[in-house]
């Protein structure tokens, strides 16, 4: 059985004591139930892991010897995803789905036609509520990597981060429905890094597609059928799984440990 994965930061070291209270503590040792001798993986959630046995365990607390350490390499091309704003009942559930799909970045975007406004404190307080949601979700699914979560952007910011990606050689995609060239046709497995754009609800404003286009975007349909903004990402991802080299790192399960 897989080791579960907990964050603590910074790591100790080979043959060290990691202890893990808190948040994450109560969560193992209450919640989880995990006791001496079993096998607990700690990530830093920027790549670096450490295999380790429970010493001891007391409520809300874990003693865990480090027994090896490692470093993730990120999968290329690295991945950031623009949502636009979702109704309150999906924000959290874009980052949620688009986490455990692999996404290595998400920029909170209030486009023209967003249901949901974030205004002045609400702002902060979504951006810290999608950067739980990110951080949750990374642990669910083992990853070493903790995705980032930017401040909120207006459009302006994003036209400006799609010139800096395609600067870069990199791709930005940007969904779209009325689109005439095909997600799967894009050179993904030959660039750096790739940018996926989710417009909300009501769809992208036809001026926001023409600014995108205009800073290097290409507008894509990914498939037969109309996704909801909270979906569109994860599958977009799970798309690039199979069309790049993504997908072909092994869990961070130190298989030889």
């Known amino acids: 059985m897989a080791p579960t994965v907990f ?55 874990l003693e865990l010897t480090v027994n090896s350490r490692s470093e993730m390499a990120r ?5 950031t995803l623009v949502q636009a704003l979702p109704k309150a009942d999906r924000s959290e559930l874009a980052v949620e ?3 455990e799909a692999g996404v290595d970045a998400v920029v909170p975007w209030q486009s023209a036609r967003c249901v949901a406004r974030w205004e002045g404190a609400k702002a902060s307080k ?10 949750e979700a990374a642990k669910q699914s083992r990853r070493a990597y903790i995705p980032d979560v930017t401040e909120l952007h207006d459009s302006r910011a994003v036209y400006a981060l799609v010139g800096e ?43 926001e597609v023409a600014a995108l286009t205009e800073a290097g975007a290409t507008p894509v349909v990914l498939g037969p059928t109309v996704l909801r903004t909270s979906t569109a990402g994860a599958v977009a991802l799970g798309a690039l799984g199979v069309l790049t080299s993504r997908w072909t790192q092994l869990p961070p399960d130190f298989q030889n440990a």
């Open 7 to 61: 964050y603590l930061s910074p790591l100790p070291k080979v043959g060290e004591i990691a202890v893990l209270d808190g948040k994450e503590g109560h969560h193992a040792a209450t919640v989880r139930r995990i006791r001496v001798g079993e096998r607990v993986l700690l990530g830093d959630g920027a790549g670096g892991l450490a295999d380790t046995v429970v010493a001891a365990a007391e409520k809300n607390r």
């Open 75 to 79: 999968p290329t091309p690295v991945v």
């Open 97 to 99: 789905l688009a986490t």
């Open 126 to 135: 979504g951006v810290a509520k999608w950067r739980s949601t990110a951080a």
């Open 165 to 207: 990606i395609t600067g870069r050689g990199g791709i930005v995609a940007v969904l779209h429905e009325a689109a005439i060239s095909a997600f799967r046709d894009l050179p993904f497995d030959s660039v750096p890094e790739v940018a996926i754009v989710v417009g909300p609800e009501g769809g992208l404003d036809d001026r």
